[in-house]
């Protein structure tokens, strides 16, 4: 017998990105207005490295955790306090809560992660494990 589903492409998408390497991805589509600050993911041969947009944060601001591979960087964007004695005629920058959550591989060195916050920009370094790097095998000769 076969089984009825209502497609949902946010359903879809999701699928996609758990088809990929990199999979739990929260906060990557904004519902509701929410706050989803931007990120860069890459790789090097060493590393994975994450960069998050945070205008106007500081480090104490930011919580970044790593848990059974889940990498979550959460903070608040605060607004400044003499908001409320202007009058706005456009506002675009967002304030609020955020977490962003990426499950990363098991082959990391999680006591090697590191965190730099510079210009407004916060990016994350997760080593990789010996095992996964890439080698080079020498072919012997036989003679």
């Known amino acids: 017998m076969t089984n009825l589903t209502r497609w949902d492409p946010f359903r879809e998408m999701t699928q996609l990105l758990d088809d990929t390497f ?5 906060g990557v589509l904004p ?5 989803v600050p931007a990120l860069d993911l890459s790789e090097t041969a060493d590393a994975y490295h ?4 945070v205008p106007g944060m500081t480090a104490d601001q930011l919580n970044i955790t ?8 959460s903070g608040e964007i605060t607004q400044s306090s003499d908001r409320k004695e202007r009058q706005y005629h456009v506002t ?8 962003r959550s990426i499950r990363l591989p098991n ?23 010996e095992e996964i790097k ?6 012997n000769v036989a003679q």
């Not at 082959?107 to 494990?129: C, F, M, S, W, Y």
């Not at 890439?134 to 072919?139: D, F, N, Q, S, T």
């Open 22 to 26: 990199f999979t739990g991805f929260t």
């Open 31 to 35: 519902r509701n207005g929410s706050l």
């Open 50 to 53: 994450i960069e998050m947009a």
């Open 66 to 73: 790593f848990e059974n591979n889940v990498l979550t960087i």
């Open 92 to 99: 675009e920058r967002r304030f609020g809560r955020f977490s």
């Open 107 to 129: 082959q990391i060195h999680p006591d090697r992660i590191e965190a730099r916050l510079e210009n407004g920009v916060l990016t994350v370094t997760v080593p990789k494990a």
């Open 134 to 139: 890439p080698r080079k095998i020498a072919v």
